[in-house]
Each structure stands twice: as structure tokens, then as C-alpha cells.
């Protein structure tokens, strides 16, 4: 069977078109082929085909037009596949292989184009980029209402369609093919005159072929015509364009045309971090195909990284992805979500898009205006690619879900503070402390080496565990050890064995710990937040469900609940089941955050109702045997 979105909708059965029936019917297959092999709830059906309100019956109606597709199936001169519509809640399936659609086998075909173009083979890659453009017969769903699906799948792979276009004609003028190619491009320019690669190619088909003013005269209409709509200059590639004309230079390709636009641009990983130490499993998990096959052969590898504040999520990130690189031959990208950054909003979806289509070189004006057409045109300009994606310090999977590639061998890496910020088809790696051996192994190797000597030993090993071996408590010490010269490391540990406020910053707002787990803290539900101030009391040696509801006069279910959401968040940790406890450092948090907010009648009285509850609830000792 055939499905073509590449033009008109069409179904096909050994060539046979199939009957597809209603406009709304169309539609309905429209969604599913717009998220093939996906499942698409009846009540996104809903608010497709009604989006001010449907009738009541309006959920029977999409049930109806579904087994109406179902018939138009079956109605196939061969056997069409049996369970091709599927029904699975909340919704539906429609099971479509690799190259029964043209938006597959088009997308497969510009991969293929690029890979050859990357290697050099231009003239298998032009051949793949004219192959590629035979599959379009029109406008994508051209015939389909314009539902917000559609109007996202349309507006992405015109784009796509486009991009890959421009990809084409380069190859075609890096071979010396012109026959051609100045009428296509004038027709395409006159549709989108401010398009500056288009330009730029006219001019140089124009110039190849002897039509120098003609070439120098574009670049004048051009120039003008982005004054006078978008207020703007011409950009590098058109200026080049001129510049070489205008000197009479034979023909070479601008300098960013050789291999993917952008390619050299999109190195953009931060610094690798100065020290690293240890971590070696989880790098080698990082480095491991989740699948169990060639990294890339089934889709885009996902890994979350999650773990409380400070405990080294970002470093270990850039860390691992600073050796994958060479594996990433298309580019880098990372991005800071802002999940939890003292004083900024985290980044929506749309903004976070936004920015990452500027990164692959789609300007302002090209640029989409609704997250899911973003997102349509972000994976569509990642087929084919293998690139590596850092997306830091996310909040929660809705933030995250838009940013990932559709297919193809990329690789992403997420870290965030939530345990679920996970994916079904992803993996998650969740960071504890470090070993004490090695924390103090940081220690040493982030302050001066003239600081250290044989007394030192012991110091060190205090100081990793006031800091509960977290990478960015001990990262601090060492900082400000550094930045007084007159300190020895027993002063250091003086200070933070007298008063943890050193590290915690109590009275220094700015200390990275604090703000950050503090950020963790404002985030939480009201609740939540009552449950961690009381918990900063009564939490030793740790507590279970019904300890946390009689610190908060709550049934034990909702105490589980809450506990759960506090573990989701990682402030506190299960290391036994059913049974929860802070890492010291969040302890000493809680507590403050206790003192600060809550009254000490309040702190008095739970701390009484806990200790009645426990002595209640210890098994009273069998009289001895006689």
C-alpha cells in the first residue's frame, strides 16, 4: 500500500487509488499519516476537525470516520494488511512501513543526497536530490482542510522542500550542470525574492552564463528590496556572491558551501570542565547504543541524566560529550533550558525551538510560528544528520519532547533534576554522591598543587564528607581555598565543621549550592513545600509514610504521595523501601528553610507529635523465657 501526502492525499493498492470519501475523512487520515505509527487519542481528533467545540456526538463521529477508512482499506483489489488501523487507547494507529510513504522515502532519499555530498560523490548526491524532488506532484495535502496538523506538516516540509532545493541546485553548480537551472532558479526567486541563497545561486547561474549585469543588477533589487521590507543588509553568502562578480573571479563555491550549511558553526558545546574525575560507568553507559546495535541504527539515542543539585549532571554531559564528538560529523548543539536558573523563567518549547532553528541557519523571517510547525521543521532539517544535542538543565518531559529528532542517528543528552523527565524509548541515568575516594580525588586535583602535601590527607577527607561528596560543594571549597592564599586546609575545614553556612551560604545568597537548591525548593507545590520545611525536623534517621503524615496531619496515602514527588525531584532519596531520607546536605537545607518559615510552636509541636508516634509504634520487647 502507498500513502502520498506529497501533493494531493492519495492511497494507493498496486496502483489503484483507494476512495477516500468526505473532506472530513480525509482529514482524520491526514492526523494519523501526520503521526504515523504513532497513536492519536480520539479527542486530538476532536479538537482537530471541531476547534471551537464539536456537537455532543462528535467523538461517535470520529469513530465513524475511522471504520469508514477502515472499509475504504479493505475495498483494495489486492488483500490490504488486516490490522493496518489500529485501535489502541485512547485512540488510534495507522501502521505504515519505511517506504509505503513518500515523506519517508523523500526524506530517506535527502539523507542520502547529503551523505554523498559530505563524501564528495556529487554526482550520486544530485542524482538523489533530483530523485527526491520527483516525488512532489503539488503543494503537501493540498487537498486536505486546513486543520492545525496539516497546517504544521505543510508549512515544515515546504520548508524542507525548499532547503533541500537550494541543497540541489548548489551541487548542480559545484559539478558545472547549468542546463536549466536559470530558468528553475528565476521562477523560484520570483516567488520568494528576500530567500538570499536563492539569489546568491541565480547570480552565479547568471554569471556563468555570460550575464554579468544581469547578475550584479539582482543583487541591487535585493539588496533594496530587504531594506525596504525587513530593514536589513544582505547577508554573507549574497555580499560574497557580489563581491566575487564585480572583481570578474572565476567560479569556485562561496566558502560555507562545500559540505552542510553550517557545519563548521555548530561545534557549540561549552568548555569541557577543567577536572574531571571518575564516573567511569556512567560513561561508558553514555557511550553504549541503548538498543544493543550500531549507534544510529534504530533512531535517535536518548539518555536523561538526573540527580539532585550539585551532584554533576552538566559536568559529566559536556564531559561525555566532548569525547562522542568525533562521532557527530554534522555538528553540536546545546541549549540551557533553564529548568532551575535563579532569576529566569525556563525556556518554552517555542523559544527553545526558536533558537535552535536560528542555530541550524533558519533566519527570522523563514522562521515558523507555532511550536508543533517548529518542531516539524527541526526534525526535518535533522533527517539524515548525525548530530549531538546537550539539552541541560530541563524541568520536566514537555519542555523536552518538542527538541527531540524524529529518526536518523543522532544523539541527545538531557539532564535535569527530575527522575521523570525520562522517554519510553529513551533511558535514564540517575547520578548519586561520588565515591569518597574519588570526590577527594577532585579535591585535590582542583586547588593549587603547591597546597598540598602529606598533612593535607586527612583534611581533605573531612572536608568531602562535610560537603556529602558533591561535585560542586567540593568544586567551591577548593575555589575558595584558592582565592585566599593565607588558608590552610584545616582552616577550611575548621570553618565548615563550626558552621556549614560557608558552604551552604545561609548568609551569601549567591553561593551556587544554596541558589540552587533553594531554586528546587520554590519550584515544588505548596504542599510539597510544607511537607520538606517539616521533614527538616523529624527526618532522622529517615521516614516513612505514616511518620511524614503526622508530621503534617495528612492521611498516610497523600504523606506517600507527597513523599514520591519530593523523590521525583530529587530532594530526597528511598535508600530503603518505603522509607525516605535527605542527602546532609538538603537536610541542613530543610532545616533552615524549617527555621525561616515555620514557627518554633509549629516546629515544637510536630517534633512532639513524631516522637509520641514512634514510641507508639515501637514493638514493645517479648518478657524473657523462664
Known amino acids: 500500500m502507498e500513502f502520498k501526502v506529497l501533493g494531493a492525499l492519495e492511497v494507493r493498492e498496486c496502483g489503484t487509488p483507494l476512495p477516500l470519501g468526505t473532506p472530513r475523512m480525509r482529514a482524520v ?6 503521526h504515523p505509527n504513532q497513536v492519536v487519542s480520539v479527542d486530538r481528533f476532536v479538537d482537530e476537525l471541531w476547534p471551537d467545540g464539536g456537537p455532543a456526538a462528535a467523538r461517535g463521529q470520529v469513530h465513524d470516520y475511522v471504520s469508514r477508512l477502515r472499509r475504504a482499506f479493505r475495498s483494495a483489489p489486492t488483500e490490504a494488511p488486516a490490522r493496518r488501523l489500529v485501535t489502541r487507547k485512547p485512540g488510534y494507529l495507522l501502521e505504515v512501513g519505511e517506504e509505503e510513504l513518500d515523506r ?115 543583487a541591487r533589487r535585493t539588496r533594496r528590496r530587504l531594506a525596504e521590507e525587513i530593514g536589513a543588509d544582505p547577508g554573507p553568502e549574497l555580499r560574497h556572491r557580489e563581491l566575487a562578480i564585480l572583481r570578474g573571479e572565476p567560479d569556485p563555491p562561496p566558502p560555507a558551501a562545500r559540505g552542510r550549511a553550517g557545519a563548521a558553526a555548530l561545534a557549540q558545546l561549552p568548555a569541557d570542565v577543567p577536572v574531571f574525575i571518575g564516573r567511569r560507568a556512567e560513561l561508558e553507559q553514555l557511550r553504549a547504543d541503548p538498543n544493543g546495535g550500531p549507534r544510529g541504527s534504530h533512531g535517535p539515542s536518548i539518555t536523561v541524566i538526573d540527580g539532585m543539585p550539585g551532584v554533576g549532571k552538566t559536568a559529566l554531559a559536556v564531559h561525555a560529550a566532548h569525547s ?82 524524529g529518526a536518523g542517528g543522532s544523539m541527545v543528552i538531557v539532564t535535569s533534576r527530575s527522575r521523570s523527565t525520562g522517554f519510553h524509548h529513551g533511558r535514564s541515568l540517575t547520578l548519586g554522591a561520588m565515591p569518597r575516594d574519588e570526590a577527594a580525588e577532585l579535591m585535590r586535583l582542583s586547588v593549587p598543587e603547591d597546597r598540598i602535601d602529606d598533612r593535607t590527607r586527612e583534611h581533605i577527607a573531612e572536608a568531602v564528607d562535610l560537603c556529602g561528596a558533591l561535585p560542586l560543594a567540593l568544586v567551591i ?67 516513612d509514610a505514616y511518620e511524614a503524615a503526622v508530621l503534617i496531619g495528612v492521611e498516610p496515602d497523600r504523606a506517600r504521595y507527597l513523599l514520591d514527588r519530593l523523590f521525583e525531584a530529587h530532594l530526597l532519596d528511598e535508600p530503603a523501601e518505603g ?13 533552615r528553610a524549617a527555621e525561616r518559615d515555620l514557627s518554633e510552636a509549629e516546629r515544637r509541636s510536630a517534633a512532639d507529635r513524631l516522637r509520641e ?5 515501637r514493638p514493645v520487647a517479648a518478657p524473657p523465657r523462664r
Open 29 to 34: 487520515l491526514s492526523v494519523l499519516l501526520t
Open 104 to 218: 519517508h522515502r523523500y526524506e530517506r532519499l535527502l539523507a542520502d543526497a547529503r551523505s554523498a555530498r559530505e563524501s564528495n560523490d556529487l554526482q550520486t548526491s544530485l542524482k538523489c536530490y533530483r530523485e527526491a524532488d520527483r516525488l512532489w506532484r503539488g503543494g503537501p495535502f493540498s487537498d486536505v482542510p486546513p486543520i492545525s496538523s496539516v497546517v504544521a506538516a505543510q508549512t515544515a516540509l515546504a520548508e524542507l522542500r525548499l532547503i533541500s532545493r537550494e541543497e540541489g541546485y548548489e551541487t548542480a553548480l559545484d559539478l558545472g550542470v547549468e542546463e536549466g537551472l536559470v530558468t528553475e532558479l528565476s521562477r523560484l526567486v520570483e516567488a520568494y525574492p528576500l530567500r538570499e541563497r536563492l539569489v546568491a545561486q541565480l547570480m552565479r547561474a547568471l554569471y556563468r552564463t555570460g550575464r554579468t549585469a544581469d547578475a550584479l543588477g539582482l
Open 324 to 405: 562522542l564528538a568525533p562521532m557527530y560529523p554534522d555538528g553540536q548543539l546545546f541549549l540551557d533550558l533553564h529548568g532551575h536558573t535563579e532569576g529566569l523563567e525556563p525556556l518554552e518549547p517555542g523559544e527553545a525551538l526558536g533558537s535552535l532553528l536560528r542555530r541550524l541557519g533558519v533566519s527570522e523571517p523563514q522562521m515558523p510560528p507555532t511550536v508543533d510547525e517548529r518542531a516539524a521543521l527541526y526534525r526535518g532539517l535533522l533527517t539524515g544528520r548525525r548530530m549531538l544535542i546537550v539539552l541541560d538543565n530541563a524541568l520536566a518531559s514537555g519542555q523536552v519532547a518538542p527538541l527531540l529528532p
Open 477 to 543: 571549597c577548593a575555589s575558595r581555598l584558592g582565592a585566599h592564599s593565607t588558608w590552610s586546609f584545616e582552616y577550611l575545614v575548621d570553618s565548615l565543621r563550626g558552621w556549614r553556612r560557608e558552604l551552604m551560604g545561609a548568609d551569601a545568597p549567591e553561593c551556587p549550592v544554596m541558589a540552587s537548591v533553594e531554586l528546587s525548593f520554590q519550584r515544588l507545590a505548596p504542599e510539597e513545600r510544607r511537607l520538606y520545611r517539616f521533614l527538616g525536623i523529624g527526618s532522622e534517621p529517615g521516614v
Open 579 to 591: 522509607r525516605y531520607a535527605f542527602h546532609e546536605l538538603l537536610r541542613l537545607h530543610a532545616l
Open 613 to 617: 508516634h514512634r514510641r507508639r509504634s
